[in-house]
């Protein structure tokens, strides 16, 4: 039994498959700031789904929020630093560069390490990797007993030039492991250059190891405590026949826990342990891939998944398959591993209302998170958020909610919004007069939010050269159908494609991901000018060097995937090269092939217009994903029309919704009761456990062969 769990800042939502049937349920989170309460919330769902029923194994493939947000609330680990002399302020000194440039009283946020927790060897390796000074004996010694006295949690070492020579981090390595402190070495954990991002990486990791490594340990003993089986429970399962009475009824441990990276591809608990900043964009990656997923399904290449969940909306335009960057930033921090290019606004559903001091309504990135939640919760909340306006603007319906499973407290929610007019706004100027009931406050916080979400997607699109125009909108998450029609609206797009369970999009993109180890090293490699392969002795032996130093990797990486008891199945592998021109900052990723300069002069012509001609090239970094596919069930079509007129057998009752600037006599629909083939008009709402979607005037919406619902602007 395989279950996939996407813990969101509201909800943990758990998936799982029997044959072509998804099942999901939707819990409440712990608090963000409580790996103890997500983890029992986890154990919740997944018990929810599969009960106490004996399995032979049960696999939990988990996008967890426990790295980001012990890295933005800053609530992770003492680290010790230790780096090359001289070189112990570079984490603070970083590129330089200023927040603000204009401001003279700008204060950046203080480094994770401390100064009086950084230390500086005097060792050095050259940039060719010589080894140059090694650290003595005695050295070692004196700032073992440092860390010591020093009360670190964990330790991070990150010494110049490591990653072309890693021999003076192995002896630091070889002298403080005796510690059985947790320990993050940056020639294991990012074997590139650039010192301060190499620095950055390796400090986050060690910073995080400790709360990540704890949590997941904890939510894998839980687990296996409440879904592991007896002895006589296995061997009945095994026989089919009654367990022997006399068999010894030893509790066995079958439960592992896998984790979503941020790179798209999950790991193992140990390996997620060991390097957890790989797992910092772990949950909106699992949404990624579900949408990237469906698009490839339906035939479409330019799509942008939307994903608006609780505490925020996360965006990624795609072209064919998600783009995965190596330079990424959370909390200011830079973080130099592969993660999915995805945008994030603190926009959600649980995103709170307040007026600023200039009296204007803004809505987030503050959420109401799981607790207290949404006022409509009634779980103590007292503030309105974008669910509690959707709520008195009639989008989502209190006795619809989690498929009628959880009443929402309608006049509870009319009162608060009362009661923030009649304290935060009639205490601003600004206010008076145009939020002077509840359905006006309610507009403006939809308003706003839209405003927040619609920056994000022109973010992707229109500021990085593409025209949302061409491109289908992916809406999921527990209230992206409620805002998709608007910003498609907005920005112009065609065609907008809501899931079936978009609610739980992101925890079935997890389950359906793919066992993924990536690994890298940088070469600093010329490559020779005349690059045809066969005039070229030169090109071939650069080609031979380049393929040499990938099966070093692939043999490395092999053995740590056997290490780490990876699941079991043929490897894919694929191998990429970073590629510039010699005296160029940056550098652009292509596949590596016997064309990947000329593949190299395409996309830096795409990129930016124009290519350098004959200037010579430089090899920065190799690249190597290996890929264990995971056994999945595709989805298959349910070819078949439905009547038109059927359409009303789905209609659970009409009510007033707010469409643009009146209310509209609306028929809400029950999603389970759409056949393939059906067709809405708009305006209406279509409902569903997981969530709800609304349909505005001049939209039509029809069921496609995968029950997914597609909305379009009415054309006639």
């Known amino acids: ?174 002298a403080l492991r005796p510690l059985k402190i947790p320990l993050s070495i940056s020639h294991q954990i990012l074997p590139e250059f650039r010192e301060y991002e190499r620095l950055s990486t390796t400090t986050i990791n060690a910073y995080l190891m400790p709360r990540v490594g704890s949590y997941l340990s904890r939510l894998e003993s839980r687990a296996n405590a409440e879904f592991s089986i007896s002895d006589a429970s296995k061997t009945q399962l095994e026989t089919k026949s009654p367990a022997h009475k006399n068999l010894p009824n030893k509790r066995r441990p079958t439960v592992k826990v896998f984790v979503m990276e941020s790179s798209g591809g999950i790991t193992t608990a140990k390996q997620a342990a060991r390097e957890p900043v790989r797992t910092i964009l772990s949950g909106p990656a699992g949404g990624v891939a579900a949408a990237a997923g469906l698009a490839r399904r339906l035939g479409i290449r330019q799509a942008i998944s939307f994903d608006m969940g609780g505490t925020s909306t996360d965006v990624c335009l795609f072209e064919g398959n998600p783009r995965i960057t190596n330079e990424t930033a959370v909390g200011g921090l830079p973080i130099a591993v592969p993660v999915i290019d995805v945008h994030s606004v603190g926009a959600g559903g649980g995103s709170l209302a307040r007026l600023d001091a200039g009296g204007a309504l803004r809505v987030g990135p503050e959420s109401a998170g799981a607790s207290p939640g949404p006022v409509c919760y009634g779980r103590g909340g007292q503030r309105p958020t974008v669910t509690d306006a959707n709520l008195i603007l009639g989008r989502i319906d209190p006795d619809y909610f989690l498929g009628g499973t959880f009443l929402l407290e309608q006049l509870t929610t009319e009162e608060a919004f009362r009661k923030f007019i009649r304290g935060d706004v009639t205490k601003s100027f600004a206010g008076r007069g145009i939020l002077s009931n509840p359905i006006e406050l309610a507009r403006g916080i939809i308003a706003v939010a839209n405003a927040n979400m619609e920056r994000a997607l022109r973010v992707i699109s229109v500021e990085s050269g593409h025209d949302p125009r061409d491109f289908t909108l992916i809406a999921f998450g527990g209230a992206g159908g409620l805002q998709a029609a608007d910003l498609a609206s907005s920005l112009g797009i065609a065609r907008i494609i809501i899931p079936p369970n978009p609610g739980t999009f992101s925890a079935l993109g997890i389950l359906l991901s793919d066992a993924v180890k990536d690994v890298s090293q940088s070469v600093l490699l010329p490559v020779p000018a005349d690059t045809s392969h066969r005039r070229s002795s030169a090109f071939r032996q650069c080609l031979k060097s380049i393929d040499h130093r990938f099966q070093l990797l692939k043999r490395a990486a092999r053995s740590e995937l056997r290490r780490d008891r990876f699941p079991s199945g043929k490897v894919q592998v694929e191998k990429h090269v970073e590629v510039r021109y010699a005296g160029q900052s940056y550098e652009l990723t292509v596949p590596f092939s016997l064309r990947f300069p000329r593949d190299f002069e395409q996309l830096h012509a795409k990129t930016y217009g124009y290519t350098h001609g004959h200037k010579p090239l430089e090899i920065v970094n190799l690249r190597l994903r290996l890929t264990i596919p995971t056994a999945k069930t595709q989805l298959a079509k349910r070819p078949g029309k439905m009547a038109a007129q059927n359409v009303q057998k789905a209609v659970l009752k009409e009510k007033n919704v707010w469409f643009g600037n009146r209310f509209f006599r609306t028929p809400l629909y029950d999603r389970d009761h759409l056949a393939i083939g059906a067709r809405i008009g708009g305006p209406a709402v279509v409902v569903e456990y997981s969530s709800a979607t609304a349909i505005p005037p001049g939209f039509v919406c029809k069921i496609d062969d995968y029950l997914n619902l597609v909305l379009t602007h009415n054309a006639d």
């Not at 950046?108 to 090694?134: F, I, K, N, Y």
Request: aromatic residues 4%.
């Open 1 to 174: 039994m395989r279950v996939g769990v996407d813990t969101g800042g509201t909800f943990t939502d758990c998936v799982v498959m029997d044959g072509q049937r998804i099942r999901v349920i939707k819990v409440f989170s712990g608090s963000p700031s409580s790996p103890e309460e997500s983890s029992s919330a986890i154990v919740e769902g997944v018990r929810g789904l599969i009960g106490r029923a004996a399995h032979n194994t049960v696999d939990i493939i988990h996008g967890t929020t426990v790295s980001t947000n012990s890295l933005l609330e800053r609530r992770g680990a003492s680290v010790a630093l230790v780096t090359t002399h001289g070189f112990e302020d570079l984490i603070e000194i970083g590129r330089q560069a200023r927040p603000r440039l204009y401001d003279f009283d700008v204060r950046r946020d203080p480094p994770l390490v401390p100064r009086r927790m950084r230390w500086g060897l005097q060792e050095r390796t050259a940039a060719d990797g010589s080894v140059l000074v090694q650290p003595s004996d005695r050295e070692l010694l004196t700032l073992r007993d440092k860390i010591v006295r020093s009360g670190a949690e964990s330790i991070a070492v990150c010494l110049l030039f490591s990653f072309s020579n890693p021999a003076n981090e192995r002896l630091v390595l070889q």
